[in-house]
């Protein structure tokens, strides 16, 4: 009965272990490596969501998948660095053909979530990513609202009519 027991403890023991893993999102968090000379970082979240490691002219780094959706579908983007129009049309590209495209419409927000070199110009690379997503979505026939998050660092500073860019893109 002892040895009954014992068995049946050690192997509870065994799946409270296991039940208590990373999930796979934390395990590619360790795979990628962030380039060492980026300038600013990009949050494009389709639902999948990617950050774009971007260099100070606004080239494309690396894709970073951001979440479990991303990491899914990030071996289908054909293209993961250099011109932000090719790799936005091929984030775009596989989160379509990954099915996270419903009723041929999405919702795309883009945010600059992290800025190294003062000499980014934030708005010029936003507003060239948000034609890439629109041009990108348009090239597949699909409806596209693109929101752009602009984040004040200081409120003080910040613009009384500082709201959310918008536009769509219409097949």
Do not use: H, W
């Not at 395990?27 to 950050?51: G, H, M």
């Not at 041009?135 to 597949?140: A, H, L």
Request: negative net charge; proline residues 4%.
């Amino acid at each position: 009965m002892k040895k009954i027991l014992a068995v049946i403890l050690a192997l509870l023991l065994g799946l409270s272990l296991t039940a208590c893993g990373k999930d796979k999102a934390d395990e590619t968090a360790k795979d990628f490596e962030k380039p060492e000379n980026y300038a600013s970082v990009i949050l494009v979240t389709i639902n999948p969501q990617f950050r774009l490691y971007l260099d100070a002219q606004g080239t494309v780094l690396a894709v970073e998948p951001a979440n479990a959706d991303a990491e899914s579908i990030k071996d289908k983007i054909t293209v993961q660095n250099g011109d932000i129009e090719k790799v936005v049309e091929g984030i775009v590209t596989a989160v379509n053909d990954g099915g996270f495209v419903k009723d041929n419409a999405a919702t795309v927000n883009l945010s600059v979530v992290e800025v190294k070199d003062d000499k980014v110009d934030t708005e010029s690379v936003l507003q060239k990513t948000q034609t890439a997503v629109s041009e990108g979505f348009k090239k597949i026939e699909v409806k596209a609202e693109v929101i752009i998050k602009v984040e004040e660092k200081d409120e003080a500073d910040a613009p009384a009519d500082s709201k959310p860019e918008s536009s769509s893109s219409e097949p």
